[in-house]
T-cell receptor, first 116, second 111 residues
Framework: EAGVTQFPSHSVIEKGQTVTLRCDPI?????LYWYRRVMGKEIKFLLH????????ESGMPNNRFLAERTGGTYSTLKVQPAELEDSGVYFC??????????????FGPGTRLTVL | RKEVEQDPGPFNVPEGATVAFNCTYS??????FFWYRQDCRKEPKLLMS???SGNEDGRFTAQLNRASQYISLLIRDSKLSDSATYLC????????????FGTGTKLQVIP
């Protein structure tokens, strides 16, 4: 079974540019999460989709970040315009069962974003 | 105070040693607890969930102390391949899974 995949693996952009990250969850997983780890800090929650709906977007830093999950399959996270502090590793995770608190989240390999 | 706190380490231990990590959490209503392992420049992977009664998986034992609000991970007979960062992860709500990560504890097992 294919795991969570993310594209690109690395992205280097200049301040003010736009970047779009993509996540393909494990097939059949309704729950999709975005996380971010900035250097030296812990991994932090950004938002959670259940199918195509945003369940919780309380972790999104500001309105320069836009996440979508049209059709409830893959998701994109767009940063526009990018700022220096957006640099970090963006992880996507998926899980199957919303109602089981111990349900495992499977993480993708992450996208390493560098804003110059 | 951080929601989830861990000693960042590094813990440098010889092969075969036993090592233990603790993690404290601030939300007393937290329901679910996990240990994830993250290798350098890789994604986090679930090592084990932590249950109230404690649980064991081979050389790894996890414990939960609700009264003191901490969880622990014990690794026996350390292997070189155990070298990684161990992330303490807490689900504060018990419902959907918005989880909170600790910063991780780095373990280096040396020959």
């Amino acid at each position: 079974e294919a795991g969570v995949t993310q594209f690109p693996s690395h992205s280097v952009i200049e301040k003010g540019q736009t970047v779009t990250l993509r996540c393909d969850p494990i097939s059949g997983h309704d729950n999709l999460y975005w996380y971010r780890r900035v250097m030296g800090k812990e991994i932090k929650f950004l938002l959670h989709f259940v199918k195509e709906s945003k369940q919780d977007e309380s972790g999104m830093p500001n309105n320069r970040f836009l996440a979508e999950r049209t059709g409830g399959t893959y998701s994109t996270l767009k940063v526009q315009p990018a700022e220096l502090e957006d640099s970090g590793v963006y992880f996507c995770a998926s899980s199957q069962d919303l109602h089981r608190a111990t349900d495992t989240q499977y993480f993708g390999p992450g996208t390493r974003l560098t804003v110059l | 105070r951080k929601e989830v706190e861990q000693d960042p380490g590094p813990f440098n231990v010889p092969e075969g040693a036993t090592v233990a990590f603790n993690c404290t959490y601030s939300n007393s209503a937290s329901q679910s607890f996990f240990w994830y392992r993250q290798d350098c420049r890789k994604e986090p992977k679930l090592l084990m969930s932590v249950y109230s009664s404690g649980n064991e998986d081979g050389r790894f034992t996890a414990q939960l102390n609700r009264a003191s609000q901490y969880i622990s991970l014990l690794i026996r007979d350390s292997k070189l391949s155990d070298s990684a960062t161990y992330l303490c992860v807490v689900n504060p709500s018990g419902g959907y899974q918005k989880v909170t990560f600790g910063t991780g504890t780095k373990l280096q097992v040396i020959p």
